[in-house]
C-alpha cells in the first residue's frame, strides 16, 4: 500500500523497515509471547536489542544517534511489532513517542545530546509521567509540585500507570510549578534514576499488554538541577498536549498491528476448522466477518497514515491525530471480539492467539486518551471551525 505523498524512495524505505521489524518480531518475540505474558515479564534485553536494531529512535536524527526516519516508517515499526505482540509495541511506541519524543521536541542542544543517544540506542529505557491517581483525563488537576529551591528544584507526588516505571532510567515528568487548574501552571522535568528522592513503585497486575511494565513514580523530597526541566516553566502542559497529538498516532498504529495479528489468527483458523463437512471460511457467516475485519483495519491505517503524513510535513494534526486513534482503537476492539467468535470455544483458551489479542485491545481505548477525550478533542475541533 503506497499512500499520497510518499515518493518511491520513501515507500521503498518504509518497506525495509517493515521487513525487518517483522523478522526481528519472529526471531526474537514470538517464540516467548505467552511466557511473557504469563509472568508479566518485561524483556529489557530484547528491549535493549531492539535499541541496537534502531527501532528505539526512529524518528530521532541519526547526530543523535537515531535512525532519522519518519512517521510512516515509524508507524510500521508499531503494526509490526504489535501484530506479533501489543505488549512490546506500546512498550516501544511509549519509549520512541513520549519520553524520546518530549525531549526531540522540547530539550534544548545541551540536554539533547545529553540523553537522546542512550534513549535513541536502547542503552536508556525511556518513561515518561502525566498521569496521577485520581487525575487519570483531568491532567489539570494534578497533585505533584516542584518548588524552586536556587538553581534546583524540589519535586514532591507520585504518577500513576507510567510504562517502565520500574525498569526506565529516566523519566520525563510533567509536574505543578503554579496553580491547579492552571494550564499554564505545570513544567517538564527530566528525572534520572538513581537520584535522591525518586522510586518506583509495584508493578500493576493488568488484564492484558503484560509483557509491557506499568507502575507508579514517586517524588519524596527529589532535588533535580534546573539543567533538567525542559522548556520555560508553566510550558508543561502545553507540550504534553503536542506530545500526546504524536503519541496518539502511535496507539492508533498499536491498534492497527494488534487488529491485524487478531485478524490474522481468525482467518488462519477458519481456513483449517473443518465443520459440517467443509472449511468454516466457506460459510458466508464467518467470510463477512473476516470481510468486514479487513475493511475496517485498512480504513484505519488510512486514517492513521494521513495524520502521521500531516505530522511529517509539520502541520497541525490535532483532530486527525485523535480520528485515528479513535477510529483504531475501537475498530481493534471490534476485530479482536470477532476473532474470538471464529475461534469459538477454542478462542477462550490459551493454546490459541485470539484471547491475548482480545486482552491486550482494550488498552488501546483507554492509554494516552480515552475514546471520549479523542472525541472531545474532535468535537471542539469541528465547532471551533
Given at each position: ?15 525495509m ?20 505474558d ?75 545530546m ?60 510533567i ?70 497529538d ?16 487478531a485478524?490474522?489468527?481468525?482467518l ?66 471490534r ?51
Open positions: 500500500m503506497q499512500w499520497i505523498h510518499e515518493t518511491p524512495e520513501a515507500a521503498e524505505t518504509r518497506k523497515v517493515a521487513d525487518s521489524a517483522r523478522a526481528f518480531a519472529e526471531q526474537h518475540i514470538r517464540p516467548f509471547v505467552m511466557e511473557w504469563e509472568a508479566q515479564f518485561f524483556p529489557k534485553e530484547v528491549f535493549h536489542a531492539l535499541g541496537q536494531q534502531g527501532f528505539l529512535g526512529v524518528l530521532v536524527p541519526e547526530a543523535y544517534g537515531g535512525s532519522g526516519l519518519n512517521y510512516q516508517s515509524y508507524i510500521s515499526v508499531i503494526d509490526e511489532i504489535s501484530q506479533v505482540c501489543g505488549s512490546i509495541g506500546l512498550s516501544v511506541a511509549a519509549h520512541n513517542s513520549l519520553c524520546t519524543g518530549h525531549i526531540m521536541a522540547f530539550g534544548s542542544e545541551e540536554q539533547k545529553r540523553w537522546l543517544p542512550k534513549l535513541a540506542t536502547g542503552a536508556w529505557i525511556g518513561a515518561w509521567g502525566l498521569t496521577e491517581t485520581g487525575t487519570g483525563s483531568d491532567a489539570g488537576g494534578m497533585h505533584t509540585t516542584a518548588v524552586r529551591d536556587g538553581d534546583h528544584w524540589v519535586l514532591n507526588g507520585s504518577k500513576n500507570f507510567i510504562t517502565h516505571a520500574i525498569s526506565g532510567d529516566v523519566a520525563v515528568v509536574v505543578r510549578t503554579g496553580e491547579k487548574g492552571d494550564s499554564h501552571g505545570m513544567t517538564a522535568f527530566v528525572v534520572e534514576k538513581g537520584t535522591p528522592g525518586f522510586s518506583s513503585g509495584k508493578k500493576e497486575n493488568k488484564l492484558g499488554m503484560r509483557a509491557s511494565e506499568t507502575g507508579g513514580l514517586f517524588f519524596d523530597q527529589c532535588r533535580i538541577p534546573d539543567a533538567n526541566r525542559l522548556g520555560e516553566v508553566g510550558a508543561g502542559f502545553i507540550q504534553s498536549m503536542k506530545i500526546l504524536g503519541g496518539r498516532i502511535s496507539i492508533a498504529a498499536l491498534s492497527i498491528g494488534i487488529a491485524k495479528g485478524m490474522n489468527a481468525a488462519h483458523y477458519s481456513k483449517e476448522r473443518e465443520q459440517f463437512g467443509k472449511k468454516i471460511s466457506e460459510f458466508q457467516a464467518i467470510a463477512f466477518k473476516l470481510a468486514d475485519m479487513a475493511t475496517e483495519i485498512e480504513a484505519s491505517e488510512l486514517l492513521t497514515r494521513h495524520a502521521g503524513a500531516l505530522k511529517d510535513a509539520g502541520h497541525k494534526m490535532s483532530k486527525e491525530s485523535a480520528m485515528a486513534k479513535l477510529m483504531a482503537s475501537e475498530v481493534c476492539v476485530v479482536a471480539n470477532e476473532g474470538i467468535q471464529v475461534h469459538g470455544g477454542y478462542g477462550y483458551t490459551k493454546d490459541y492467539p485470539a484471547e491475548k489479542f482480545y486482552r491486550d485491545a482494550k488498552l488501546c481505548t483507554i492509554g494516552e486518551g480515552t475514546s471520549e477525550i479523542q472525541r472531545l478533542v474532535i468535537s471542539r475541533t469541528l465547532l471551533k471551525g
